[in-house]
């Protein structure tokens, strides 16, 4: 006997099938929309949390097989689309309108490479489709404009009702607004705590940043003053750590954690750059330069993630300096592979934070 199929029957058989990230079931995520049958064709849209999904293929396949155990199915067509979530708002932390997710990337101390891994992870969740902002809030050595082609780039400043507004740059498909557009790069900026708290907010709330999945923040190095005023003004989705290998990074790893502990930021986890050696005429070679396993062993002392290992190539310095990320110059590279996989572990960690 056939049975009629129906949308209620594949949901039925939906039902189980997991987004691997949130265990949670599609279904009651709202993840399964529009399902339509013609005849034993069965079409629907999966909408996932973020464009960077790293599953997505897992999650597809999932719902295929599901579906084609219903007896009466010969085709089954999956549409893919993401919506981002939003995340909580906090009572006492004004957010910014139209930008779903804010994210910190920090570090203990200056050097480790946090400028370079926040610029190809926007430039990263950019390419996977998301909409994608960076606000560089080092404001003692503004780099991201360099790294992302716009060192000549000025902000536009309009009248607002509010106000003046500034226009962030673009480049890559990330919106970018940074102290150097401001400054006199060979002029050295002394800031005491009231005017680098009003230049901060006013990089939050005075951009027109528009509509963004991800406004990703790329702070001073410690844990000074900038750290206090951001994780005190918006809510934040959370924070992201780089250290390197070595173990006194450990140490001031540790301090920035605390800090951002005690202020109710959670920390997505940590990302070890600078973690192995490719010389760039042996491309197949690995050398540990500070032995191995360092990054699982930060992560596990700190009792938090590891989101990825950056390994230390030639060619993703020169992409800095060049202004064109590594993430576009050579996609294919170890350091790039390595830091698409962090950008969607990063907006994983953000869509479970989200969503719990
Ligand atoms: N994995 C890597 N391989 C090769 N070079 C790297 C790597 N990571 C960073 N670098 C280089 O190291 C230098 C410092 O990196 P970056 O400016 O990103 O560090 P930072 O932690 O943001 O520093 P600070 O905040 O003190 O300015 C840059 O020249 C950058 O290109």
Redesign the pocket.
């Known amino acids: 006997m056939t049975q009629t199929l129906t949308s209620q029957a594949i949901l039925e058989v939906l039902q189980p099938v997991q987004d691997p990230e949130l265990q949670k079931s599609l279904v009651d995520l709202n993840m399964i929309r529009n399902v339509k049958i013609d005849e034993g064709n069965v079409s629907f849209t999966l909408v996932l949390t973020t464009p960077a999904c790293p599953l997505r293929e897992f999650i597809v396949e999932d719902c295929q097989k599901a579906v084609r155990t219903l007896p009466g199915v010969e085709e089954v067509s999956i549409e893919v689309t993401a919506e981002t979530p939003q995340q909580k708002s906090l009572p006492d932390r004004q957010g910014i309108a139209g930008v779903k997710n804010i994210l910190a990337i920090s570090?203990g101390k200056?050097?480790?490479?946090?400028?370079?891994?926040a610029v190809n992870v926007a430039v990263s969740l950019a390419q996977s489709g998301a909409k994608v902002g960076l606000l560089d809030a080092?404001i003692?050595?503004p780099?991201d404009p360099t790294?992302l082609g716009l060192s000549d780039a000025k902000v536009m400043v309009r009248q607002g009702p509010q106000g003046d507004v500034l226009e962030p740059a673009f480049n890559y498909g990330v919106k970018l607004v940074s102290m150097a557009f401001l400054i006199d790069k060979d002029q050295p900026v002394v800031w005491r705590g009231p005017m680098l708290n009003g230049v901060i907010r006013q990089f939050l709330y005075q951009v027109d940043w528009g509509e963004l999945d991800y406004l990703i923040v790329?702070m001073?190095?410690g844990t000074g003053d900038a750290q206090l005023t951001m994780a005190q003004s918006v809510p934040m989705a959370g924070v992201v750590i780089?250290t390197t290998p070595q173990t006194v990074a450990l140490l001031d790893s540790r301090k920035g954690l605390k800090m951002f502990q005690q202020l109710n930021v959670p920390v997505l986890g940590i990302v070890e750059?600078?973690s192995y050696f490719i010389p760039p005429d042996m491309p197949d070679k690995k050398y540990d330069i500070f032995g191995s396993g360092g990054g699982q062993k930060t992560a596990d002392e700190l009792g938090v993630p590891l989101l990825g290992c950056?390994?230390?190539?030639?060619t993703?310095?020169e992409g800095?300096?060049n202004g064109v990320p590594i993430a576009i110059s050579a996609p294919d590279s170890p350091?790039a592979k390595a830091l698409r996989e962090i950008a969607q572990r990063i907006a994983g960690k953000v869509s479970v934070v989200a969503l719990a």
């Open positions: 570090s200056g050097g480790v490479g946090k400028s370079t891994i080092d003692y050595g780099n790294m790329d001073p190095p780089v750059n600078m950056v390994p230390l190539e030639i993703l310095r800095g300096d350091s």
